[in-house]
């Protein structure tokens, strides 16, 4: 049975940080591209930031300077480093794993930045 399970969500200040970390069991993530969503209340989810298998991150406009997406294959897991937050980045957040048509979410981990 395949799991991802997002953890590190939080109330946080505008201009503070937070490290969002997904972990996987019944999938080696290293062979699949990763990625974090997010979505507010009243909008749709959009993509923050992808990663390859090989390792090419990809980051939405707004997100591009302040976050990291990263791999630590050993744990199994994909890192979103999240810098110099700002209130318009409160929103659930939510890991993906895709190849091949399989395309697999996480519950989702709630973040929320204060002005």
């Known amino acids: 049975q395949v799991q991802l399970v997002e953890s590190g969500g939080g109330l946080v200040q505008a201009g503070g940080s937070l490290r969002l970390s997904c972990a996987a069991s019944?999938?080696?993530?290293?062979?699949?591209?990763a990625a974090w969503y997010r979505q507010a209340p009243g909008n749709e989810r959009e993509l923050v930031a992808s990663?390859?298998?090989?390792?090419?991150?990809i980051y939405a406009d707004s997100v591009k300077g302040r976050f990291t997406i990263s791999r630590d294959n050993a744990k199994n897991t994909v890192n979103l480093q999240m810098n110099s937050l700002k209130p318009e980045d409160t929103a659930v957040y939510y890991c993906n794993a895709a190849r091949l048509g399989y395309n697999w979410w996480g519950q989702g981990t709630q973040v929320t930045v204060s002005s």
């Open positions: 990663i390859t298998s090989s390792g090419d991150p």
């Open positions: 019944g999938i080696r993530l290293n062979f699949y591209a």
